[in-house]
């Protein structure tokens, strides 16, 4: 198993269409590490990067201290797993996962204790003379898996291998995508997904692309607790951050923020005198919107549409009218509440859940 070290990493097409630009990683052996972006921010091109499917242009990849910017897939001790399975529909269970081995000439005694030890760990022993076509999405993507396992690779790289599968077979997958980690706990792997609760679930950090770089790195409850920039906070939690504006009003133990649309926010990020009169904007999760009757409120307005999901309810409110930056405001309730559409609420929140943002950057990391 090994580390991994990007330095100033770059992705150019052409000489002049940029990917990716000064991404700099240090993933040490044993992590589960986790890229998420949104569409078209390079995290699978960066994951080619590293398996040396695509070259990189600039920068340099080190795996266990050896640069292996020019090192061929196949010698770089990685294996991947794709999206789609790339099973031989004409090969047993057995035959795809012990193929990689048989052209490596391995013995046939060390062939059958990598398969059947694979076979063990995801729980496929059954299935080893089985076609393809006789097993469901989440045993087919378990054999791709575990071909990956039998080369015994320095790093595994999944790139996407849930996106195929329906709702119920996703999850059922990751849980056992998590127990193989348990299983291999040196194993370094990195995973690339645009699943949230995949991220958040399976990840020892994510990293967060967006804007050709990388927006923030941390364990999933960094991210979500505090994040860097206001990208990063909408983007991380579902449904995303509230943000409203206002401007600084008083500091000290706790920050007040004057609401453009009436309201008042105090937070328990540090700020200084000199930030009285700095126009932000505060930062809501809106599982972290309390009900309240008290004049002293965050946020009010008349409740537009709702979601009752049964364990929770979801509230959308009309973006506030001096807020023009803003997105619908969502407020999240416990339990359900089927009477409240077309009423007018307030919420306030507790200071350590307000977050502050200026010029889309945090104050709490200034």
Same mark, same amino acid.
């Given at each position: 198993?090994?580390?991994?070290?990007?330095?100033?990493?770059?992705?150019?097409?052409?000489?002049?269409?940029? @990917?990716?630009?000064?991404?700099?990683?240090?993933?040490?052996?044993?992590?589960?590490? @986790?890229?998420?972006?949104?569409?078209?921010?390079?995290?699978?091109?960066?994951?080619?990067?590293?398996?040396?499917?695509?070259?990189?242009?600039? *920068?340099?990849?080190?795996?266990?201290?050896?640069?292996?910017?020019?090192?061929?897939?196949?010698?770089?001790?990685?294996?991947?797993?794709?999206?789609?399975?790339?099973?031989?529909?004409?090969?047993?269970?057995?035959?795809?996962?012990?193929?990689?081995?048989?052209?490596?000439?391995?013995?046939?005694?060390?062939?059958?204790?990598?398969?059947?030890?694979?076979?063990?760990?995801?729980?496929?022993?059954?299935?080893?003379?089985?076609?393809?076509?006789?097993?469901?999405?989440?045993?087919?993507?378990? @054999?791709?898996?575990?071909?990956?396992?039998?080369?015994?690779?320095?790093?595994?790289?999944?790139?996407?291998?849930?996106?195929?599968?329906?709702?119920?077979?996703?999850?059922?997958?990751?849980?056992?995508?998590?127990?193989?980690?348990?299983?291999?706990?040196?194993?370094?792997?990195?995973?690339?997904?645009?699943?949230?609760?995949?991220?958040?679930?399976?990840?020892?950090?994510?990293?967060?692309?967006?804007?050709?770089?990388?927006?923030?790195?941390?364990?999933?409850?960094?991210?979500?607790?505090?994040?860097?920039?206001?990208?990063?906070?909408?983007?991380?939690?579902?449904?995303?951050?509230?943000?409203?504006?206002?401007?600084?009003?008083?500091?000290?133990?706790?920050?007040?923020?004057?609401?453009?649309?009436?309201?008042?926010?105090?937070?328990?990020?540090?700020?200084?005198?000199?930030?009285?009169?700095?126009?932000?904007?505060?930062?809501?999760?809106?599982?972290?919107? @309390?009900?309240?009757?008290?004049?002293?409120?965050?946020?009010?307005?008349?409740?537009?549409?709702?979601?009752?999901? *049964?364990?929770?309810?979801?509230?959308?409110?009309?973006?506030?009218?001096?807020?023009?930056?803003?997105?619908?405001?969502?407020?999240?309730?416990?339990?359900?509440?089927?009477?409240?559409? *077309?009423?007018?609420?307030?919420?306030?929140?507790?200071?350590?859940?307000?977050?502050?943002?200026?010029?889309?950057?945090?104050?709490?990391?200034?």
């Amino acid at each position: 198993m090994a580390d991994l070290l990007l330095k100033d990493v770059a992705k150019t097409y052409g000489g002049t269409v940029d @990917v990716l630009k000064n991404i700099n990683l240090d993933i040490k052996q044993g992590e589960l590490i @986790v890229f998420v972006g949104p569409s078209g921010c390079g995290k699978s091109t960066l994951l080619r990067m590293i398996a040396g499917l695509e070259k990189i242009t600039g *920068g340099t990849l080190e795996i266990d201290g050896t640069l292996v910017n020019d090192v061929p897939p196949a010698q770089r001790g990685i294996a991947m797993v794709f999206q789609s399975y790339a099973l031989y529909p004409h090969m047993t269970v057995r035959d795809n996962m012990s193929f990689a081995l048989k052209l490596a000439k391995k013995s046939p005694a060390e062939i059958d204790e990598a398969v059947n030890r694979a076979a063990k760990i995801l729980q496929l022993d059954e299935y080893l003379d089985r076609l393809p076509k006789a097993l469901s999405g989440g045993q087919r993507q378990r @054999v791709a898996i575990g071909r990956s396992i039998v080369r015994d690779p320095k790093v595994y790289l999944f790139d996407e291998p849930l996106s195929n599968l329906d709702a119920a077979l996703r999850v059922a997958t990751r849980i056992e995508i998590a127990q193989l980690k348990e299983s291999m706990p040196e194993s370094t792997m990195i995973y690339v997904t645009h699943d949230q609760v995949e991220a958040m679930t399976l990840a020892t950090r994510i990293v967060v692309l967006a804007n050709k770089g990388i927006a923030q790195v941390g364990s999933p409850l960094e991210l979500y607790e505090r994040p860097e920039n206001e990208f990063v906070a909408q983007f991380i939690g579902s449904p995303a951050m509230n943000l409203l504006s206002g401007e600084i009003v008083e500091t000290g133990a706790l920050t007040t923020v004057k609401l453009d649309d009436g309201g008042t926010a105090q937070s328990m990020v540090p700020t200084e005198a000199s930030d009285i009169g700095l126009k932000v904007n505060i930062g809501v999760r809106p599982e972290d919107m @309390v009900l309240t009757d008290d004049d002293a409120y965050v946020f009010k307005d008349t409740v537009s549409i709702v979601e009752a999901l *049964g364990e929770v309810t979801q509230m959308y409110f009309e973006p506030p009218s001096s807020s023009k930056d803003t997105d619908t405001v969502i407020a999240k309730l416990p339990g359900i509440h089927t009477d409240i559409r *077309g009423k007018e609420l307030k919420f306030t929140a507790k200071p350590e859940k307000v977050q502050i943002f200026h010029n889309g950057q945090s104050l709490y990391y200034r």
